[in-house]
Nanobody, 118 residues
Framework: QVQLVESGGGWVKPGGSLRLSCAAS????????MGWYRQAPGEQRELVAT?????TAAYGDSVKGRFTLSRDKNMVSLQMDSLKPEDTATYYC??????????????WGQGIQVTVSS
């Protein structure tokens, strides 16, 4: 089993910055990908950013150039700059790890609120 512990988040004015962190523990294969998704009320969950165990990162179009995802072993940190009101959402830490050669397992954190408003 895998546990994901999220921290950070909160409230910030437009143009401000916040940082989210997520630490993973448990049975995690060396091949894995971690990151963040977000979901606003009434909207579908969308990709924010993910990074592989090999340090290859991918970003959602809406956050490119503003958010930076970094990774140190099984901890990821999301630096969010130039925040906009539309970034307001519940952010979920995510991990997918290989279980067998033909199957993976996905895990989600409990979610952490980010609110951007004046």
């Amino acid at each position: 089993q895998v546990q994901l512990v999220e921290s950070g988040g909160g409230w910030v004015k437009p143009g401000g910055s916040l940082r989210l962190s997520c630490a993973a523990s448990g049975r995690i294969d060396a091949l894995n990908r971690m990151g963040w998704y977000r979901q606003a009320p009434g909207e579908q969950r969308e990709l924010v950013a993910t990074i592989t165990s090999g340090q290859t990162a991918a970003y959602g179009d809406s956050v490119k150039g503003r958010f930076t995802l970094s990774r140190d072993k099984n901890m990821v940190s999301l630096q969010m700059d130039s925040l906009k009101p539309e970034d307001t959402a519940t952010y979920y830490c995510y991990l997918i790890t290989m279980v067998t050669m033909s199957s993976n397992a996905e895990y989600w954190g409990q979610g952490i609120q980010v609110t951007v408003s004046s």
